[in-house]
């Protein structure tokens, strides 16, 4: 038995009805409470009749009523104002501060015993999900219902990174949102790369040669660290002579080359290429890419990731090798995952900040036009009969995995609680 178990019957008025506590009063639950998830006790404002006499205020739930005292409740002002503890074992008697006895609900046996069953059989579940059986028979509409809350609860988290950049670019929002994107280019292997490359040439230098691709590639290939006196081509050579110029002119310092990885990403999704493409991106831009943000619909946003690496890179994937002739445009893949992890968990935190519901509601509306990513995680389930068409969806059911299946909060879940109710 644990707490979680006793606080979801309570929460979901799933006790029998003729409730006694334990000094004989009969109890009856007009409004079970907010949970809360926070310091203090479990549920706020409740509203109780015991006896002739009807009471507001909070309630606490313990396995055994001797953890009011392990917990140092006693001495904790917020826990004063409760007007019942409900406990699955009354093992010691718990009194007010005032030394009036606390009015106590034993549950024991209160509830029927399916529901426990079904809830340790979740709980015991080895396979990758612990409803996984239950899911097979269908709940799709469970989850439609839910896949917006749990999308926005993963862009909340998100915020919360975001907002941590944007402190250290000094609320600077195109700075931060520079930085981001960035991140977002290098794909989940070189994210930081990218970051930090983005870092070490601030937007306002970028702006001053948006209008010159050459200059913009010397620029970022020569922080990047990629190019120097070994390169033997004539492009990188040039590239490398116009770097020292603007490296000397800024006081620039590179970042290690070996930063970079390359192993085990397609030839395409190479850091080089993918920084020749960020080039052009922010050249197509004029390196206002926050305008992507407020006033940009959806087409828009995806004709401005229609990008493409320079043409050297038709013929090469790294410096000085020669490879078949292959425009360097950049995949639809690509875009999709630029859409769902940089654009739309900015456009969210900005919205946020700037308390600006429709810019939150457009960062959603975003997720549901971008075709849902596939992995091994979202194959598994796509077989369970859960939609994953569409970002919104397999987003949603990325935060259900880490977020609740794989911490076993079936008891918070939508569809999980559809499964144990009786």
């Given amino acids: ?30 409004h079970p409470g907010e949970q809360n998830s926070d310091g203090g006790p479990d549920f706020f404002n409740a509203r109780l009749r015991i006896g002739d006499t009807v009471w507001a205020g909070n309630v606490e739930i313990h396995v055994r009523a001797s ?20 406990v699955y074992e009354a093992d010691i008697p718990v009194h007010h501060p005032d030394g009036s006895p606390m009015q106590t ?26 409803c996984y059986n239950q899911l097979l028979a269908g709940a799709g509409f469970d989850f439609e219902l839910w896949a917006p809350g749990l999308a926005v609860e993963r862009l909340v988290l998100k915020a919360d990174n975001i907002r941590q950049l944007w402190y250290k670019c000094l609320n600077d929002w195109e700075e931060a949102f520079y930085q981001h994107m960035a991140s977002s280019f290098g794909l989940k292997i070189n994210s930081l790369p990218f970051e930090l490359l983005a870092k070490s040439l601030p937007l306002k230098i970028v702006r001053k040669h948006c209008d010159n691709r050459f200059q913009l590639e010397a620029l970022f290939f020569g922080q990047s660290g990629l190019i120097g006196n070994w390169c033997r081509d004539e492009y990188p050579a040039a590239l490398l002579q116009e770097y020292l ?79 078949s002739f292959r425009k360097k445009t950049i995949g639809k893949g690509s875009v999709d995952l630029l859409v769902i992890n940089g654009i739309v968990p900015f456009l969210f935190f900005y919205g946020l900040e700037k308390d600006l519901p429709l810019l939150r509601e457009k960062s959603l509306c975003f997720l549901e036009q971008v075709r849902g990513e596939y992995n091994s995680e979202i194959s598994n389930w796509a077989a369970t009969g859960l939609p994953t068409g569409n970002a919104l969806q397999t987003q949603s059911l990325l935060h259900l995995k880490k977020f609740y299946c794989d911490k076993r ?11 144990l109710a009786p």
Avoid at 3 to 11: G, I, M, Q
Avoid at 298 to 308: D, G, Q
Avoid at 409 to 419: A, D, Q, S, T, Y
């Fill in 67 to 86: 953890q009011w005292y392990k917990h140092g409740h006693h001495i904790d002002h917020a826990y004063d104002s409760a007007i019942l503890h409900v």
């Fill in 105 to 130: 609900l034993v549950v024991k046996d209160g509830y029927p015993g399916s529901i426990y069953d079904r809830y340790r059989q979740l709980m015991l579940n080895q396979q990758w999900i612990p």
């Fill in 409 to 419: 909060r079936c008891l918070e879940c939508r569809i999980g609680m559809v499964h």
């Fill in 1 to 30: 038995m644990n707490e979680e178990f006793l606080s979801y019957v309570w929460k979901s008025r799933l006790l029998r009805q003729d409730l006694t506590t334990e000094s004989g009063d009969v109890l009856v639950v007009l």
């Fill in 245 to 323: 110029f603007l490296q000397k002119k800024y006081n620039l310092l590179q970042i290690p080359a070996g930063t970079w990885k390359f192993l085990r990403l397609r030839p395409v999704n190479f850091p080089t290429v993918r920084i020749s493409q960020w080039v052009d991106f922010l050249g197509s831009t004029h390196a206002r890419i926050f305008d992507l943000l407020e006033g940009s619909s959806y087409h828009e946003v995806m004709e401005s990731l229609n990008i493409c690496a320079s043409g050297y890179w038709d013929t090469h994937y790294v410096f000085d090798k020669p490879a």
